[in-house]
């Protein structure tokens, strides 16, 4: 076992599967331990490259496992399923995080601090907590529509049912109902707007964020994610391959030495995706007072593409915006005659 110098581990909640191989790829120990057992063994293994799946619970492992003097990476799971060799199980599939890992091309995921993944947390409870506050304004809608109401489509009406209700002459027992859903929904309310106010707290004392927030039509919550997401962004070799990780670049679908390119891929983290491009939706619907080489760019290409080409092209452009402030350490200005990133 000493002469480890690359362990994959398959991860699960209460058991993980280890598969250690030697600088040559020969494999040298397969085992199976609780989280206890795993962490001593690691502990009195000479420094060597620990390889995990990124998925729950692998960035706080990594980060462990680099206090105990090894190197953590984290493969996302799509790189790992082609090495899988025969039948799946957990030590095969440890296996084949050690030959995916080996590949001198493969690409990993950097694992994020303390910090950066309580901020992650933070952001998936609010689009939790939005979904349900408008399921719940869904369902005082459909239920008033049930009894002849039918009131104009949003949430702000939905904020004042109480005062809708005294206009209409509904059972006691359904304005009861409805009462309660009502407070429900301001519940949830109150909840986003403190959850809102934490993140720009936050996002103020984040270096990183402050910048972000440079970028016309870029938001507190499209910052602060984007700051979460990218890190440090070395682990990406440009800002194509950023933008190409959020799926805002073409498809390729190409062969015999044709290129043939089709819509943009959507791989990635959706919910960046989405709000980059409300973020370039707002830029174009305040165009005219925008100013620099930047929007003269879009205003070329809205005379020659369609509204939603250029909005998926402009979130590209944010996106590379964003790892050239990252990696520069520099801010966004407007700047006429200069080219963006």
Not at 6 to 17: A, E, P, Q, R, Y
Not at 139 to 148: M, N, P, S, W, Y
Not at 171 to 186: D, E
């Amino acid at each position: 076992m000493s002469t480890a110098t690359l362990v994959g581990i398959d991860l699960g909640k209460h058991s993980f599967h280890l598969h250690g191989q030697d600088s040559s790829g020969r494999e040298v120990f397969r085992k199976k331990a609780t989280r206890q057992q795993m962490m001593r063994l690691l502990g009195n293994l000479p420094a060597c490259t620990v390889v995990m799946e990124a998925c729950a619970g692998s960035h706080c492992l990594a980060r462990q496992l680099v206090a105990l003097g090894h190197e953590a990476k984290l493969i996302s799971p799509q790189f790992v399923r082609p090495f899988v060799k025969g039948n799946k199980n957990d030590f095969i599939d440890a296996e084949a995080i050690c030959e995916a890992a080996s590949r001198p091309s493969m690409r990993f995921v950097t694992p994020k601090t303390e910090a950066r993944q309580t901020l992650s947390v933070l952001h998936r409870m609010r689009d939790s907590l939005v979904r349900d506050r408008t399921k719940t304004g869904n369902q005082a809608h459909g239920f008033l529509l049930e009894f002849g109401i039918s009131l104009p489509k949003g949430l702000s009406l939905v904020r004042r049912l109480p005062s809708t209700l005294d206009e209409h002459e509904l059972p006691p027992r359904l304005v009861a109902l409805l009462t309660r859903l009502h407070q429900h929904f301001c519940y949830l309310d109150e909840q986003i707007k403190a959850l809102d106010k934490e993140m720009a707290t936050q996002l103020e004392a984040d270096d990183l964020g402050s910048r972000l927030l440079t970028i016309p039509g870029v938001g507190p919550i499209t910052a602060s994610l984007l700051s979460v997401e990218m890190g440090d962004a070395k682990q990406y070799g440009g800002s194509r391959d950023f933008a190409a990780s959020l799926g805002l670049v073409p498809r390729q679908y190409s062969t015999g030495g044709r290129a043939h390119l089709l819509g943009i891929s959507k791989r990635g983290d959706k919910n960046l995706r989405r709000l980059l491009v409300q973020c370039a939706r707002v830029y174009l619907q305040r165009l005219e007072h925008q100013q620099g080489a930047l929007a003269d760019w879009v205003r070329s290409l809205r005379e020659r593409r369609h509204s939603n080409v250029v909005v998926c092209a402009l979130a590209s452009k944010f996106a590379r915006i964003a790892w050239a402030i990252a990696t520069h350490h520099s801010r966004f200005e407007a700047r006429p005659g200069v080219s963006v990133a």
